[in-house]
């Protein structure tokens, strides 16, 4: 969303006005589902994007429509052949893009939802109450609010305003257990993909805050003093790959007691056989222990620290989407 926001800011405080399209609501086999965006600029350049093809190509064509107009406006795209809006695709999925026209007044309303986006300390949402077919407006950033609106993934709410709410902050943050070669590969994909990692680590030689320029914050510490140093709520990620059996028993032992949302930790089938075990004789319930991903991953063949950090960070996507479908009421 930062790579849409900021140009988009930018050309707003020049002076210039700009129309954000977005992905409102999106059903069936549609290239991109509602929180898509793109911005369009008066020298006809964009950035962003609402699915490529003929969505797109049709959406920047009505946002120059809007530019010359100064009115907003939705439209609906039909992706069927022979449908009444066909345009040219098959996907057989429907899709209503949002054309907002924004002006240089409304610059410092971008700048806030940019500062939100600055400050993950809480989960923030870009609010847009929308009259008379997209014509009229309000956006506000909302920190706090109704719950059937303000959820991890964009919510649309159909009335008379239509309502439509995309975070620009999710709550939660990935704790990733062990700074090796694993946990190095997979840091800046959890980045890319919408994760705030903190990496925890007990060697000083692994734990340095240069070498994870894609994490938040880089702790080091014990394994045994999880519980004291981190606090670890029902939005977070744990993610177990310690350089050793007795580390990652260590750290699970500890986020078994939180509620973390997601607990992976690596390790070969005979490795998490016997950490089951453990975790019984130890009085954690099966119930607790099939909390537990392990293996973690998804089973894709994963073999080098680079492919396995892929199957983990699509494991975590798959829960984190489970977690988050998308409403639409």
């Not at 991109?32 to 600029?41: N, P």
């Amino acid at each position: 969303m930062e790579s849409v926001l900021s140009p988009l800011y930018h050309h707003l405080a020049e002076g210039e006005c700009a129309v954000l399209c977005r992905v409102i609501t999106s059903d069936g086999s549609a290239p991109r589902g509602a929180g898509a965006q793109m911005a369009v600029f008066t020298d006809g350049s964009s950035c962003g994007t609402v699915g490529g093809g003929a969505v797109e190509l049709h959406t920047i064509r009505y946002a120059g429509e809007v530019l010359q107009s100064g009115v907003s406006r939705l439209h609906d795209f039909r992706l069927a052949p022979n449908s009444k809006q066909d345009i040219g695709m098959i996907c057989g999925g429907d899709v209503t893009v949002y054309l907002q026209h924004l002006t240089p007044q409304d610059a410092p309303l971008l700048r806030s939802a940019l500062d939100a986006m600055a400050d993950p300390s809480a989960p923030a949402w870009l609010s847009t109450a929308i009259w008379d077919g997209g014509k009229r407006w309000e956006m506000e950033v909302v920190r706090q609010g109704d719950p059937a609106l303000f959820q991890g993934a964009p919510v649309f709410l159909a009335g008379d305003p239509i309502r439509y709410a995309e975070p620009l902050v999710r709550p939660g943050r990935v704790f990733l257990f062990g700074g090796g070669h694993v946990g190095a590969a997979l840091t800046p994909v959890l980045r890319m993909t919408g994760f705030r990692v903190t990496v925890y680590d007990d060697r000083p030689e692994i734990a340095r805050r240069e070498d994870f320029p894609d994490a938040e914050e880089v702790i080091c510490a014990g394994y045994g003093e999880v519980s004291s140093r981190v606090s670890v709520g029902p939005y977070d990620y744990a993610v177990i790959m310690t350089h050793g059996h007795q580390g990652d028993y260590t750290v699970l032992e500890q986020i078994l007691r939180t509620r973390a949302t997601y607990i992976g930790c690596i390790g070969s089938k005979r490795k998490v056989a016997a950490t089951r075990q453990r975790l019984l004789d130890a009085g954690f319930s099966p119930e607790e222990v099939d909390r537990v991903h392990s293996p973690i991953g998804l089973p894709i063949g994963a073999e080098t620290p680079a492919e396995i950090a892929v199957s983990v960070a699509a494991e975590m996507i798959a829960h984190r989407a489970a977690l988050e479908g998308h409403r639409h009421v």
